[in-house]
């Protein structure tokens, strides 16, 4: 079989099937559209300063940089894995390879804040389009057993190096070229993968609905595809974080903060009325929130998620405007955060949960994480990186560590086969979510801390104040996740 030739054998799943030739090209590729995605949700962290002074942000405004990206790409993820399913898996990852690579190009030449704003939720759609599609070509493309395994492993951990190098190459590229480059980046990565991706993989067949119901799933039959649940979903948790993040500027009583929240209210209305009787197949099937696992645990995600995101956008912040850190240095700051919490989440949670119920550990993380919170909120304008952040760093890495693998396994427990898929989705969706809506509340809390400086310069002080506040609220909400965790079914046996 040539290297070039198209794996429409391999994706039988032939017992022959190696990683080697084409299908080592197949994982090649899916690995590397993993690796974009998840990139780019933290790339551009150190950049934000730089950001900042560059295209004109506004102190509270910067979050949008990253919120717009998390929002659309949690509220199109579900959607994107049907339409591989509906429209074929190489044109749904040919189309979500190209709009990633052209809102790339769009948001590093942008010359104002909308447009590279508006170019980061782009990137989300194409990110949410190329993730399920990517998992689903692996998983067709290998047979089951060890060699699925194997390719999932590696899937499994260049996603998990994406967020770790993030942060880290994204200094460099803002230290060395520019906070451009954060995004310029993907342009020649996504050039080749198209490459690739045209050459290697099978054409789409027409695919086939239940037994009895052929037409259902024909292409384009829009009973089958819940674009209505996917925007109302989105418009509303978009409406809902700006209505907190401007609040604390314009007041609860501006018009222009009521009228987000009857934004969101109303898309929120609509995305429960869809899945409830309008969707034949919902995005989330609701019945799922009866199982007291799913309830409880995706609550605890939501709230576990509202600390996790939002830490890194303020250290960033904190290590470059008070610190006086490069962008490479901060890169450097973030190792021990990203290096603890991969090697205790991949090692040591793991062997635990052979002694441990998940619900214990999750606990038990949870309060480890909270403690290292409350320690960073003990950062002052003068602290230093040994001082401030390197200790509270260990403690919330070591506790996020352990709280992770438990709280995946405890939120899909107890779930039919059926079901799977669809639980899988929401615990992702959910964890986007909290980032998402708490980095825009504690953005707000953060600003109280501002005298509105007419010169727009950063006031040390006043940043560290607002963050400190930032940081004991986080420890407080991590409280409660233990306290839900404990309220978790037992485990079956």
């Known amino acids: 079989m040539s290297a070039s030739k198209p794996v429409g054998e391999l994706e039988r799943g032939g017992p022959g099937t190696s990683l080697a030739g084409p299908a080592l090209l197949v994982l090649m590729l899916s690995c590397a559209a993993e690796f974009m995605v998840v990139l780019d949700a933290s790339v551009v962290n150190v950049a934000l300063p730089a950001i900042k002074s560059g295209l004109g942000f506004g102190q509270a405004d910067l979050q949008w940089v ?26 749904v990852f040919i189309s979500g390879l190209v709009l990633f690579t052209a809102a790339s190009a769009v948001g590093g030449m942008a010359g104002s804040p909308e447009l590279l704003v508006a170019a980061r939720a782009v990137q989300a759609l194409g990110g949410a389009l ?12 290998f047979p089951e057993g ?28 803002t230290e060395y070229l520019s906070w451009r480059w954060t ?25 086939r609905g239940q037994p009895g119901d052929d037409s259902a799933d024909e292409p384009g039959n829009g009973r089958r595809l819940d674009v209505l649940g996917a925007v109302s979903a989105t418009l509303g948790l978009t409406a809902l974080a700006f209505a907190l993040s401007g609040a604390e500027d314009r007041g609860w009583g501006h018009p222009l903060t009521w009228g987000a929240l009857l934004v969101a209210a109303a898309g929120l209305v609509v995305f429960v009325a ?13 019945r799922l929130f ?19 995101m939002p830490v890194w956008y303020f250290l960033s912040l904190y290590m470059q405007e008070v610190l006086r850190f490069s962008a490479i240095m901060t890169g450097i700051g973030f190792l021990p955060h990203t290096l603890i919490t991969v090697a205790v989440g991949a090692q040591l949670a793991p062997r635990l949960l052979a002694w441990f119920s998940p619900r214990v550990l999750i606990a038990a993380g949870s309060l480890v994480a909270a403690a290292g919170f409350w320690w960073q909120s003990l950062l002052e304008v003068d ?18 560590g352990l709280l992770n693998t438990p709280l995946t396994t405890a939120v899909t427990s107890g779930v039919t086969d059926d079901d799977a898929g669809a639980a899988s989705g929401l615990m992702n969706t959910t964890k986007q979510v909290g980032g998402a809506l708490g980095l825009a509340a504690l953005v707000a809390v953060a600003a109280q801390a501002h005298t509105g400086d007419p010169s727009g ?37």
């Open 290 to 308: 009866r199982l007291r696992a799913v309830s409880l645990g995706n609550t605890a995600m939501l709230l576990a998620g509202a600390c996790l």
């Open 274 to 286: 869809d899945e409830l009787w309008l969707s034949k197949v919902p995005l989330i099937p609701l």
């Open 66 to 91: 990253v919120n717009s990206y998390a929002l659309v790409f949690a509220g199109f993820l579900l959607l994107g894995g049907r339409l591989a399913d509906l429209y074929g898996r190489k044109r």
């Open 183 to 207: 995004l310029l980046i993907n342009v020649p990565l996504g050039a080749v993968a198209l490459v690739i991706a045209a050459r290697v993989l099978a054409a789409d067949h027409r695919l």
């Open 383 to 400: 602290s230093t990186y040994l001082s401030g952040i390197l200790g509270p760093a260990i403690a919330i890495s070591v506790g996020v």
């Open 457 to 493: 310069q950063v006031n040390p002080a006043e940043l560290s104040s607002g963050f400190s506040s930032v940081f004991v609220i986080m420890a407080g909400i991590m409280i409660v996740v233990a306290v839900l965790a404990l309220t978790l079914p037992k485990p079956r046996d």
């Open 130 to 141: 190329l993730v399920p599609a990517s998992l689903t070509i692996l998983t067709t493309t």
């Open 146 to 173: 060890a060699l699925r395994v194997r390719a999932l492993a590696i899937w499994t951990a260049l996603a998990s190096a994406g967020g770790a190098a993030g942060s880290l190459l994204g200094g460099v590229l």
